[in-house]
């Protein structure tokens, strides 16, 4: 199926099928095809369109429905096929097309069916099922105005179809219109009660309900948990994975690529102690990206799960006989939740994936923290709550593309109204973020601030049926939108953006999480408003991790206050940001080896109450799992050194890479990126690298001496080194220079490599 937030189109009925000809016998195996598919019976439904594709090989039903039945079954190929020799035979024949472009979209081929789509409702303009799935590739594509536009031309068609209402719906939240869409969609679920997609969905829409609240969440998630715990399927027996002593942790969900859960989970993962735990990945998505190989690495298996009917999933999960299994999705997209009603491990927990209760009792625990979460927050949960004793998650920056946290372009700058002589207050929320409340708050702290301008980036903003709207609203709310700036958000200006922004707004009552993190690490002080409940507190953790407590508030007039009082003192603001990415780096948000050794002692007394795991004792060796091995880090240093002294700099890229899962940052990855430049004849960029060694590893003489002889060698003034030396040592630059060069050997305290040399 084609989800869109987890909504398939797949109620959408092909009315208006129209045959060349008519046999009998074969429009018998016709309705039957038809009727088989319908009740569920897929295999079946084939064999009939067969027959009937047989006896008349000119009618277009057959393989439409024999196209159907395999893409519910999750033949791709075999789906493609028969799609392909439908449009062969009937050139054109708009639900057929439409089909197969659906089968494009499942095997991730977005681009490939957004443009047979759009063919298809350019010469079918009244073809439903097209319109339908021309606004769900749309969406998956990022293009959200064109989206709403498609369901719009749907709805015209079949204004009360509860599937093509809930994807409306999921277009008006992606556009900014929140409260339209959480009353689309509960109109969607009012229609179709028992629709899982719909009643998931509006699990997640009510987040962005400026009424919404923890309990109004709990209610509606517990009477969509029981509807879901009628349908458990029994406990049958299956062939499990042989069990190994240790501890085994399943990451379930349909997020497992470039997605904002990736810079929380993939320092998780690398930093388990693989002496006790052992990691499954289970994705429920067809699409991967170079993240989702990333994750791999660190996982001791991944087990595609995309495409594949609902039993299936459960038998497989049950096969990998997992100990603890983890909830990365909530009620969004294809929820792993719809499968863990079934208990697939003896613990199930909930994190990171949805900010509310799942009503579960089949998921017995939730991982938070005390201040999204503060004492007396258990009413709202079914769950028990598990609290960090810092945030509840912890994150790495460029994730993606960890190595380039070293590059000048991603180090913080001063803040851009020493340059602009004006404040640039800044939002890189999406879109649907964006409430009526949001503007309410920006266009208060616009107005107690005279000549500050606002920056929004957001996907879309380079369309007029994005920015139009968006600007309307502004103006509704009071703004002044010749004081805005609309940015594209791309991925290249993830980070970059925030260059341009002094001071970052805050959403509500949905606020950031990921972009959060990605504004402090860039030194954007962050004013937030927290609510009651969790997912109006999401930022506030992090602030309060790095220090800035004092810049979450409870009412909307604190807020404007408190923009308005950093904006006030420029110089104070500068030096707020300068300190900024240091105090981020030494806060809780980038202490992955406590937030780890905190969970692993969760799990562990978890499911110490189902089996003995007292006896798996923590490693005491450091070093970095990947690729299914253990590597010390005795050999990662060893290697490191061999590489360079081989020149073999696309394998030591990748080595480093491997370890920035880790550590997003570490002395021995600057040194040896460092190493790599000097020797490519990019000697600033060398001496850059170097400092940044030093000043991750700052009591080791050895790179002091390295970094002395560089700087004479360039032509620029030791004193800075020689105050360090004083300062820190009592030592004086002339007596480490004596001692000369010191090789990579003696900087990486490899004594038998260097004797060797």
């Not at 369109?49 to 039945?69: D, G, I």
């Not at 399943?250 to 320092?267: Q, V």
């Not at 104070?572 to 948000?589: G, M, T, W, Y």
């Amino acid at each position: 199926m084609l989800p869109c937030n987890g909504l398939p189109a797949w109620q959408i009925h092909p009315y208006h099928m129209k045959n060349f000809a008519f046999n009998a016998k074969a429009d018998q195996h016709n309705k039957k095809a038809e009727a088989s598919h319908f009740s569920g019976h897929f295999e079946e439904a084939i064999v009939h369109a067969e027959k009937a594709r047989k006896l008349a090989p000119h009618m277009a039903k057959p393989y439409y429905w024999a196209a159907f039945s395999s893409l519910e079954l999750h033949r791709l190929d075999d789906a493609y096929r028969f799609a392909q020799e439908g449009l062969a035979a009937h050139p054109g024949q708009p639900e057929i097309a439409s089909m197969c472009a659906r089968i494009l979209a499942a095997m991730g081929k977005l681009e490939d069916a957004r443009t047979m789509l759009r063919d298809c409702v350019a010469s079918h303009p009244r073809c439903l099922e097209g319109w339908a799935n021309y606004a769900i590739v749309l969406n998956k594509l990022g293009m959200h105005a064109e989206a709403k536009q498609a369901s719009l031309k749907a709805i015209e068609i079949a204004p009360d179809h509860p599937a093509i209402l809930a994807n409306y719906a999921n277009d008006l939240k992606n556009t900014g219109f929140a409260e339209d869409a959480i009353r689309v969609l509960q109109r969607a679920a009012a229609i179709a009660p028992t629709n899982k997609n719909i009643r998931s969905n509006l699990l997640f829409m009510l987040l962005f309900g400026e009424k919404t609240g923890a309990q109004d969440l709990l209610t509606e998630a517990s009477r969509y948990a029981q509807m879901l715990a009628r349908e458990r399927l029994p406990k049958l027996a299956v062939q499990p994975r042989p069990r190994s002593d240790r501890i085994r942790i399943g990451i379930l969900s349909n997020d497992l690529y470039r997605h904002a859960c990736a810079y929380f989970l993939i320092p998780l993962i690398a930093n388990l102690d693989r002496a006790r735990f052992e990691v499954v990945a289970l994705g429920l998505h067809a699409y991967h990206d170079n993240v989702t190989h990333k994750i791999s690495i660190y996982c001791d298996r991944f087990v595609n799960l995309a495409n594949k009917p609902d039993g299936e999933v459960v038998k497989l999960i049950r096969e990998e006989n997992i100990d603890v299994l983890i909830d990365l999705g909530g009620y969004t997209g294809t929820s792993p939740l719809h499968y863990m009603v079934h208990g697939l491990a003896p613990v199930q927990l909930t994190w990171l994936g949805y900010p509310g209760s799942t009503g579960m009792p089949a998921i017995q625990h939730r991982v938070t923290d005390w201040i999204g979460d503060p004492a007396g927050a258990e009413p709202n949960y079914t769950e028990n709550l598990l609290r960090a004793p810092g945030p509840f998650a912890v994150y790495h920056p460029l994730v993606g593309n960890p190595l380039t946290v070293y590059q000048a372009e991603y180090q913080v700058r001063e803040t851009p109204a020493l340059r602009n002589g004006f404040i640039t207050f800044g939002s890189c929320n999406n879109i649907g973020k964006l409430t009526d409340r949001t503007l309410r708050m920006w266009s208060a702290v616009l107005t107690r601030c005279p000549g500050s301008r606002l920056l929004v980036e957001a996907a879309g903003l380079d369309t007029d049926e994005v920015k139009v709207p968006l600007l309307e609203r502004m103006q509704q709310a009071g703004i002044d939108t010749e004081r805005v700036a609309c940015i594209l958000r791309e991925g290249k200006n993830q980070y970059l953006t925030y260059h341009d922004i002094d001071i970052a707004l805050d959403t509500s009552p949905v606020t950031g999480g990921t972009t959060t993190c990605d504004t402090l690490w860039m030194g954007v002080p962050v004013v937030s408003l927290a609510g009651p409940a969790f997912h109006t507190r999401v930022s506030a953790p992090f602030l309060h991790a790095v220090g800035l407590g004092g810049l979450v508030c409870e009412t909307e007039e604190a807020y404007v206050e408190m923009a308005a009082q950093l904006a006030a003192d420029v110089e104070q603001l500068n030096a707020l940001r300068l300190s900024l990415r240091h105090r981020f780096e030494k806060s809780a948000i980038a202490d992955v080896a406590g937030f780890t050794r905190w969970f692993e002692d969760q799990a562990a007394q978890l499911i110490s109450q189902h089996r003995d795991v007292s006896h798996l004792k923590p490693r005491t060796q450091d070093g970095v799992f990947c690729n299914g091995a253990w590597h010390s880090m005795e050999e990662l240093v060893l290697t490191i050194g061999l590489l360079l002294q081989e020149g073999r700099h696309i394998e030591l890229n990748s080595l480093l890479e491997n370890m920035s899962a880790k550590w997003s940052k570490h002395w021995l990855i600057a040194f040896a990126l460092g190493e790599m430049a000097q020797r490519e004849g990019r000697y600033d960029r060398a001496l850059e690298l170097l400092m940044e060694a030093v000043n991750l590893r700052p009591y080791h003489l050895p790179l002091y001496r390295l970094l002395s002889v560089r700087m004479r060698e360039g032509g620029h003034d030791t004193s800075p080194v020689a105050d360090i030396l004083q300062q820190q040592f009592g030592l004086d630059l002339a007596l480490i220079d004596s001692q000369g060069k010191p090789s990579t050997y003696e900087i990486l305290g490899i004594q038998v490599l260097e004797e060797a040399a």
